[in-house]
């Protein structure tokens, strides 16, 4: 009976781990020069088949967690206007939390249009997100990024 309840436990700690370790959402992060101190990073999210993440865009936080970005501080980048966000796109109820939710599956791109006054610093930052499928999510995630700019 211990030996059983054992290797029950252990079953069940490594298949959490595994769980984990799944990362369904691949990043990327670019930037394109618009001018001589403006640029747009791009930031895409390769989602895999059947895995979805949400918007930034939510109309409450009761439901999953949206993408969030935090761009790093610093005298030598200025914001201009909100990220904005392409890609499969999908606004529709949601079953698993019980509310109209904007999501978006296999691929999402994010735009942040910024001012440079250094172009050799790299901009750098997180963006927290979380991942579902069609029965469960993942916990929230941060991912870091360092991005340079051409």
Partial sequence: MMKHLFFSLVFILASSFLLA????????????KISEQ????????NIETGWSIYSQYLESDE???KTE???????????V???AESGNKK????????????????????????KISDPSKPVSGFV?????????????????FSISLP
């Fill in 21 to 32: 370790q799944e990362t369904p959402v691949k990043w990327s992060f670019t930037a394109e």
């Fill in 38 to 45: 403006e640029y747009e990073l791009v930031i895409t999210a």
């Fill in 63 to 65: 439901g999953p967690v």
């Fill in 69 to 79: 970005f935090e761009f790093q501080s610093s005298e030598n980048l200025e914001l």
């Fill in 81 to 83: 206007g909100k990220t």
């Fill in 91 to 114: 606004e529709s109820y949601d079953e698993l939390f019980g509310m109209n939710l904007i999501k978006f599956s296999k691929k999402a791109e994010f735009t942040q249009r910024v």
């Fill in 128 to 144: 927290t997100y979380m991942s579902c499928d069609a029965t469960s999510c993942l916990p929230p995630t941060d991912v870091e």
